[in-house]
C-alpha cells in the first residue's frame, strides 16, 4: 500500500526546480568579477581587467606573437641551413615536404589564432592565453638567437 504523501510525490512527476545548465552561445560571462578578490589574485585580475580595456595594447601584443612566429620560422630555417635539426615532430615533417608548405602551416596557424584572439579579446581566458603566447614565444625568440649565435648562421 502507498502512503498518501509518496502517492502526491508519484503523481507530480519530476522536480521542477532540478534543471539542466543552460549553454549560451555566445557565451554571456567574460570572466571578470564586478567584486573584486582580494591580495595578488586582486591585483592580478585587476592589470588583466585593465589590459582588456585597452584594444590598442591587445593588438600590439598579437602582433608581436605574429612577428615572433615570423621570425621563428626565418631563424628555424637558417638553423637548418647552417645544419641544425628541427625538434618539433609536426615541423620536421612539414620542412620534409618543403619549406613553402612548412612556412604556409606554421604561419597561417598563428595568424588564425591570433584573429580569433582578436575576436575574443573581452573574455579573461583569452587575455590570458595571448599575454601566455606572448612569453612562450619570447623565451623561444631567445633560444632562437642563442642557436644562430652558437652555430653562427
Keep these: ?3 498518501d504523501s509518496r502517492r502526491r510525490l508519484i503523481h507530480r512527476g519530476k522536480d521542477r526546480r532540478v534543471q539542466r545548465a543552460p ?3 555566445p ?3 567574460s570572466g571578470f568579477d564586478r567584486r573584486s578578490a ?3 589574485r586582486g591585483r592580478y585580475l585587476g592589470d588583466l581587467r585593465d589590459f582588456a580595456g585597452r584594444p590598442r595594447t591587445v593588438v600590439l601584443v598579437l602582433a608581436t606573437i605574429i612577428v615572433f612566429n615570423f621570425m621563428d620560422f626565418y631563424l628555424t630555417v637558417r638553423i637548418l641551413n647552417a645544419g641544425g635539426v628541427e625538434v618539433n615532430p609536426i615541423m620536421e615533417r612539414l620542412f620534409a615536404v618543403g619549406s613553402q608548405t612548412a612556412a604556409v602551416v606554421k604561419l597561417g596557424i598563428v595568424g588564425v589564432a591570433a584573429l580569433v584572439l582578436l575576436a575574443l579579446r573581452r573574455y579573461r581566458r583569452t587575455l ?3 599575454l601566455l603566447l606572448l612569453v612562450s614565444f619570447s623565451v623561444l625568440m631567445l633560444y632562437h638567437v642563442v642557436l644562430v649565435i652558437q ?3
Design 27 to 29: 557565451e554571456r560571462r
Design 23 to 25: 549553454l549560451y552561445y
Design 128 to 130: 590570458e592565453l595571448s
Design 1 to 3: 500500500m502507498v502512503s
Design 151 to 153: 652555430l653562427g648562421a
Design 38 to 40: 582580494p591580495g595578488w
